[in-house]
């Protein structure tokens, strides 16, 4: 039981909260670290032109030229929402 509680003592808060919050953050169905990395990839097959002209590399534009705009989107209402109430 001690244990337990030293080690909840050691992690800052700092920390737990933001690891916490970046995971909980969801841009489509993906949570936003996931979602971060499949764009920097996607960004870099770009540059290089290595994306594929197939399936795959189609898919994988559309979706997160797809998820981008419905979050802000979603986002957005929210905002809008809490400074006009209905």
């Known amino acids: 039981m001690e244990a337990t509680a030293l080690a909840e003592r050691a992690k800052s808060p700092a920390q737990n909260s933001l690891v916490s919050s970046l995971g909980n953050v969801r841009i489509g169905p993906m949570p936003l670290p996931v979602y971060a990395a499949t764009a920097l990839v996607a960004s870099i097959a770009v540059a290089t032109g290595k994306l594929p002209n197939d399936v795959i590399g189609g898919l994988l534009v559309m979706m997160l030229a797809g998820f981008s705009p419905r ?5 957005r209402r929210i905002a809008v929402s809490s400074i006009m109430p209905p």
């Not at 979050?71 to 986002?75: A, F, H, K, L, P």
């Open 71 to 75: 979050q802000v989107r979603y986002r």
